[in-house]
């Protein structure tokens, strides 16, 4: 009985171990800053956003962040989970998300036209994905329903239109 109850203890200690040592801590799945790296948006790659945004102006950057689709995160301060910067060239740009797993997510592009790295109202630019309409009486900040996608097991192609005052 004894070698049986040990047996059975030594098994919970070593999944417990297991689960422990594969589970992110819950900030770590947030905030991964990362390049824009297309190879993650092939087939086979795992679940993915390739994101064409169009009608950039020259100059600055170009952010794209991913949500989860959920309004707790959906454009919450620090609850994206992963970002792309790259200097903004005029017209069309293609960036790929990497996600991590099937769900629902959206997409929120910034062009920091003079990229001094804040929101200057009078220049800057902004899209989401869906292209959900943006104005005073929503503050920019369309609900998640508006802007929410479906993502299967691979990449999911998304276009986003450039909106600037």
Known sequence: ?????????AFLLALGTVALGTAAPAEAQYRQKIGNDMAQCRAGSGPAALVTVSGITGGGKVRVQAYRATSGDWLKSGRWLNRIEAPARPG????????P????YAIAVRHDVNGNGKTDLSSDGGGMSNNPSINIFNLGK???D??????????????IRMRYM
């Open 1 to 9: 009985m004894f070698a049986k109850s040990t047996r059975i203890t």
């Open 101 to 104: 797993q099937s769900g629902s």
């Open 142 to 144: 369309p609900g998640v």
């Open 92 to 99: 069309t740009m293609t960036f790929c998300v990497p996600l």
């Open 146 to 159: 508006k802007a929410s996608f479906a993502v299967g097991n691979g990449p999911k192609a998304i276009s």
